[in-house]
């Protein structure tokens, strides 16, 4: 059974870095074809895919958040990370980690505000 | 960025009703697309992959088809359990993206 676990702040301040962390089971990420997605879902939006790493460290950023993001992994503890700099109330969203598409975490709510 | 939109936004229906929803690519993506529900505060549930084929384990009142821009989702016996919203995905091309979702919604 796949499963995908979400954890970081709730709350950061902006311009602060987000750091996230999605700890699964039910695979390895050093099997090849496998991949772990971050993706966020503002209040009331659409969902938007922010980055993928890939079983062979291959490394996808969404373009217009390029600057910001950071996706890496740890095989070893089947974690992977991701760092998103200089938050902004903009970026409060419910953050989901997931094997797309059949696993998904149940997303982690994080406030940006002073 | 391959754009997805969907029709209705929105849609009031009552149980046992058909209800269809569809989902446009601005760009040809094949077959390279999933269907997900999602219930508030819950994760998205894969219905659909590949443009037509069920994932196992769900119930086969949900259909879907099409390929290239046009794709559609159907459900055709609206169950209690079936009011959420669904939004279709492709998979064709990087960045991933998603419809904006469609409501069900009780009438």
């Known amino acids: 059974q796949v499963t995908l676990t979400e954890s970081g702040p709730a709350l950061v301040k902006p311009t602060q870095t987000l750091t996230l962390t999605c700890a699964f089971s039910?695979?390895?990420?050093?099997?090849?074809?496998?991949?772990v997605s971050w993706i966020r879902q503002p209040p009331g939006k659409a969902l938007e895919w922010l980055a993928r790493?890939?079983?062979?460290?291959?490394?996808f950023y969404r373009t217009s958040l390029r600057t910001r993001l950071s996706i890496s992994k740890d095989p070893s503890k089947n974690q992977v990370v991701l760092k998103m700099t200089n938050m902004d109330p903009v970026d409060t969203a419910t953050y989901y980690c997931a094997r797309i598409p059949d696993s998904w975490g149940q997303g982690t709510l994080v406030t940006v505000s002073s | 960025d391959i754009q997805l939109t969907q029709s209705p936004s929105s849609l009031s229906a009552s149980v046992g009703d058909r209800v269809t929803i569809t989902c446009q690519a601005s760009h040809d993506i094949a077959h390279y697309l999933n269907w997900y529900q999602q219930k508030p505060g819950k994760a998205p549930k894969l219905l659909i992959y590949?443009?037509?084929n069920l994932e196992p384990g769900v119930p086969s009142r949900f259909t879907a088809g099409g390929s290239g821009t046009q794709f559609s989702f159907t459900i055709t016996s609206l169950q209690s359990e079936d009011f959420a919203t669904y939004f279709c995905?492709?998979?064709?091309?990087?960045?991933?993206?998603f419809g904006p979702g469609t409501k069900v919604e009780v009438k």
């Open positions: 995905q492709q998979y064709d091309n990087l960045p991933l993206t």
């Open positions: 590949d443009a037509s």
């Open positions: 039910g695979f390895s990420l050093t099997t090849s074809g496998m991949r």
């Open positions: 790493i890939d079983w062979d460290d291959d490394k």
